[in-house]
């Protein structure tokens, strides 16, 4: 995955301060983001 140079400082910085790896903190927000997305098949 590619992702900009600010975006991954900032998951960093988030990462460290939930004492989270970054791996484990990408995880987590995409389960979310997955869970928390409007379904447009009954669209």
Known sequence: MRIAVDT???VD???AEYGLSRNELMNQMIDFA???MEDL???
């Open 8 to 10: 991954l400082r900032e």
């Open 13 to 15: 910085e988030r990462a």
């Open 34 to 36: 997955l869970a928390n």
């Open 41 to 43: 098949s009954t669209e």
